[in-house]
């Protein structure tokens, strides 16, 4: 019996009594091996009884409970375990009867639906007849049973004599099944019309939870009429944003325009940051602006930072870059879009933005955001930004033709290092892409010691 | 002390792998124990396709693109506002895959412009609508709201109630994602727009 050593393998590690179990295990198999009638082949299977008591339920009443009392705890052990190897294989649902054990011995049922719901089902008589034993597992559980109730069913699975089961499990992360699983409870009917009813019941249930997760302020709401009217205003304030912002675009976009006439097409915005303390990111594009970091150490010294590159075109055009507009958060130890900490992006209103790049750290950070436009007239000096601490006298623009490179000098005072985390910098810097399409630069920090 | 460098190219590369290829990284942790799942159903659930990090880039980088090529193209002077919604519409629809019915609608809408409108016809039973309609009910007021919900979804009217549940709650999650990303957007321009023009007018 591989099939029973491949499943003591796999409990091993994690139960104590495999020896006993897996006795109890083959037994169990056995009788559901030799169950052959057709309908309560899957019927059998999600009760785990033995055949015969089996058929008595389906047979009799949907009342009865004399029956069960009788097995059930000896499957509870065996669910027990199923549910654990089910915790154990949740993630590899390729083969869909590899988490629970005995998915592979009813393979010779040549049914194997009616045992995929057996982890969905395990859990739900560990909630229902084991609460305490069962917490551990059904929590670790609950991520598989999402797991298990995403695979296909084949069916409906319909319990017509069960204990308080109730349908937690099958109703968590359903939403996408084509199947629900459906239990009727003690004293329901269970003619096809009812089942269908439910499930369909269960699937809008389903859904409205997934709703009122997306919708704030949801949660606390029951009913399906004030639900309905929260998720209407809701989509109606969204479009409402979606129109407002449309409009600011629509102001805004002339700027871009104006900016770049005839190389429109090729504008690029670079970001360009500025990172203290060698804090290094992966992160190479935000919002598909292409990024540079340049990581320096010594946050104490003034220093020159230099953008150089290696194209010819860019370098002609770094030449225009002339205006610094520099803006900074005036509160040294705040950030200057606090809702860029946690990364939720929950806010409606966001500062100038450097998603995702600095998010990650525990350290408050301070942001600075400069921008550089292009323009075609030399203008310095940033009178229209009381921020601005980069002056003509301490930065200037030189171009370098014979080595093609262009450079911005930026001094900077050592009194912005000591709580400076990152300094970003937006360029924009006109760029012929289509000419050259590999364009190097480097930035490089040099420190300063003069002056 | 530490220089980086930064390919220029792999921008525009990157904008252009995003057009062609599909984008399967989802950057979700908590949902990576379900990512082993047969049929993929954990990217499939709508907050998890429009939250992720990758789906922002793409979108945010789709609608700079559209929105520059659309200034180049029209200008129409009196409603540069609705165009520009429309075309983030658009880029939300394409970027939604065509996999929800309001994608499509959404971009079947455009198609449909350029074809002769047809003629509504008038409907038979109008008196018997009106009589009818004196002694409406109030009483389903879920379906009224149904209603409403399923005409403020695009191209959800006539959908089962469990569909536009569905579509509802991936309409709701892209329009949020569409917000973040304009609202970042309409700022970044802002500020480089108006450094732009505060600097050309202290030039002169």
């Known amino acids: 019996m591989d099939l029973l050593t491949g499943t003591v393998a796999r409990s091993g590690p994690e139960l104590d009594e495999t020896g006993l179990d897996s006795l109890q295990f083959d037994e169990d198999i056995r009788h559901l091996i030799t169950a052959p009638s057709e309908n309560a082949n899957s019927f059998i299977a999600l009760l785990e009884l033995p055949a015969n008591q089996a058929m008595e339920l389906l047979h009799s009443d949907s009342g009865k409970k004399e029956c069960p009392n009788v097995t059930f705890p000896s499957n509870t052990s065996l669910l027990e375990r199923a549910a654990r190897f089910s915790v154990l294989n949740g993630g590899s649902n390729s083969t869909d009867s590899s988490s629970v054990p005995s998915d592979s011995s009813s393979k010779n049922l040549e049914k194997a639906a009616p045992v995929k719901s057996e982890p969905l089902e395990t859990e739900s008589y560990l909630d229902s007849s084991q609460p305490l034993v069962s917490d551990p597992t059904v929590g670790n559980s609950a991520p598989n049973a999402r797991a298990c109730s995403k695979r296909k069913e084949r069916g409906k699975k319909v319990k017509g004599a069960s204990k308080k089961s109730k349908n937690e499990v099958s109703k968590q992360e359903e939403e996408k099944l084509p199947y629900v699983h459906v239990r009727a409870r003690r004293g329901q009917a269970t003619d096809s019309h009812s089942l269908a009813e439910r499930a369909r019941r269960e699937k809008i249930n389903q859904r409205m939870k997934l709703l009122q997760e997306l919708v704030p302020g949801c949660n606390k709401i029951s009913g399906t009429a004030l639900v309905l009217d929260e998720i209407i205003n809701h989509v109606q304030f969204l479009q409402r944003q979606v129109e407002i912002l449309s409009m600011k675009l629509a102001v805004v976009n002339p700027g871009i325009d104006f900016n770049l006439d005839s190389i429109f097409t090729t504008e690029r915005y670079f970001v360009i940051i500025l990172r203290f303390n060698s804090f290094v990111s992966t992160q190479k594009l935000h919002f598909g602006l292409p990024v540079v970091f340049a990581d320096y150490d010594h946050t104490d010294l003034p220093c020159t930072v230099e953008i150089s590159e290696f194209s010819q075109t860019l370098a002609i055009n770094l030449n225009e870059i002339l205006k610094l507009n520099l803006t900074f958060s005036p509160d040294k130890n705040t950030t200057l879009s606090g809702s860029l900490i946690d990364s939720n992006f929950s806010g409606m209103v966001m500062p100038l933005m450097w998603p995702e790049a600095q ?93 | ?143 009224r709201k149904v209603k409403v919900l399923s005409r403020l979804v695009p191209g959800c009217r006539k959908v089962s109630f469990l569909n536009l549940l569905e579509e509802a709650s991936d309409y709701i999650a892209a329009l949020e994602m569409q917000v973040k990303v304009m609202t970042t957007l309409s700022e970044i321009l802002a500020v480089a727009g108006g450094g732009a023009g505060v600097g050309g007018g202290s030039s002169s």
């Open chain 2, 1 to 143: 002390m530490a220089s980086n460098q930064s390919n220029c190219d792999e921008s525009s590369q990157q904008e252009l792998n995003q057009l062609r290829k599909k984008r399967r990284k989802s950057t979700q942790t908590t949902e990576s124990h379900l990512q082993k799942d047969g049929t993929g159903e954990a990217k499939n659930q709508p907050t998890v396709r429009w939250r992720a990090y990758t789906a922002r880039r793409i979108y945010s980088s789709k609608l700079l693109e559209a929105l520059l090529r659309s200034r180049r193209t029209t200008s129409p002077r009196g409603e540069k506002s609705r165009e520009v919604r429309e075309t983030a519409d658009r880029v939300l629809a394409v970027a939604a895959r065509g996999k929800t019915r309001w994608s499509r609608a959404i971009l079947a809408k455009r198609a449909r412009l350029l074809r002769v409108k047809k003629v509504k016809k008038p409907k038979v039973g109008c008196d018997r609508m009106l009589q009818e309609s004196e002694k409406r009910k109030k009483l389903p007021a879920v379906e």
């Open chain 1, 359 to 451: 998010v990650n750290r525990n350290r408050h950070q301070f942001q600075r955001q400069w921008q550089i436009d292009a323009l075609h007239q030399p203008v310095w000096g940033g009178e229209e930004d009381s921020h601005n601490f980069i002056t003509p006298e301490n930065s200037f623009l030189s171009y370098d033709s014979s080595a093609n490179s262009g450079t911005l000098h930026f001094v900077f005072g050592s009194s912005i290092f000591c709580n400076t985390i990152s300094l970003s910098l937006l360029v924009l810097l006109s760029y012929d892409w289509k000419r050259n399409s590999k364009c190097k630069m480097m930035l490089k920090i040099k420190e300063h010691h003069s002056e």
